[in-house]
């Protein structure tokens, strides 16, 4: 996995911070993760997305989109629907979405004057 911050553009923009406790169910969750990821890269409106789990299984994504079309479309994409399909059926305990406007964004490290 990456370490990574990502940079976004200036605001405002949209983030879905999607939290969440996986299941014991393992089987094909990385490889759907893992389309996801690319499938949510092409798609209009997409910025960037970051993504920390800990050994317990509760994990934040947070993706970056444009606008709320942009959250829309992906929303609606047929593979998405799938794979939010699988994850409620068997990959995830339980989980919150929450959507965000970016009003302000900043980068550090920061001195003691800011």
Do not use: C
């Amino acid at each position: 996995m990456s370490r990574r911050l990502v940079r976004t553009p200036e605001p405002p923009y949209l983030a879905v911070i999607f939290t969440s406790v996986r299941s014991e169910d393992e089987a094909g969750y990385l490889e759907v993760a893992g389309e996801m990821e690319r499938l949510a890269a092409e798609q209009d409106g997409y910025l960037d997305h970051e993504v920390t789990r800990n050994r317990d299984g509760m994990g934040i994504t947070i993706s970056y989109w444009r606008d709320e079309e942009a959250i829309s479309a992906w929303r609606a994409n047929a593979k998405h629907r799938l794979a939010r399909k699988l994850g409620n059926e068997r990959w995830y305990d339980e989980y919150e979405m929450r959507i965000a406007r970016v009003e302000r964004a900043y980068s550090g490290p920061r001195t003691l004057e800011d």
